[in-house]
């Protein structure tokens, strides 16, 4: 019997420390969904269903949202890359890295990229523009 973990198995940018440890290493950047700035909502993958708490990553595109829905548990939401507007009732919060916001279940909130504050003319300014990336955590237990 083999015991090693099967790397062919695990995602792009999940590692599993050694077999059987409880630790689990998550690249959130290189396991960003791909984003089609044609389509109005973001790119969406879930990175770990785990005991008691779902990770969830958006890609988003500048002017791409998430227009008003709620979860059925308890959220909190964080930028790793760039930056979202998170909206909720009449105040709206701009999530950056280093940024956190939480709601309890059922709480209708919403999310968008702004649009650049520049135009990105150049094929170089282009490859730089990465889309925001978010990072939600579902608290299901």
Not at 35 to 50: A, F, H, Q, S, W
Not at 112 to 123: E, F, G, K, R
């Amino acid at each position: 019997m083999n015991d090693s973990p099967n790397p062919a198995s695990e995602p792009r940018g999940a590692h599993q420390e050694a077999p059987h440890s409880p630790l689990i290493d998550l690249d959130l950047v290189a396991l960003a969904p791909a984003t089609d700035p044609e389509r109005k909502r973001p790119g969406v993958k879930r990175v770990l269903n785990g005991e008691r708490a779902n990770l969830i990553l958006f890609s988003f595109a500048p002017g791409q949202t998430l227009p008003d829905h709620k979860a059925a548990h308890p959220i909190t939401v964080q930028a790793i890359r760039g930056e979202v507007k998170f909206t909720c009732g009449e105040k709206t919060v701009t999530l950056s890295p280093g940024n956190m916001v939480h709601l309890p279940a059922y709480t209708v909130h919403s999310v968008a990229a702004p649009q650049p504050d520049v135009n990105l003319d150049s094929p170089a300014q282009q490859a730089d523009a990465q889309p925001a990336l978010m990072l939600l955590t579902m608290l299901t237990g």
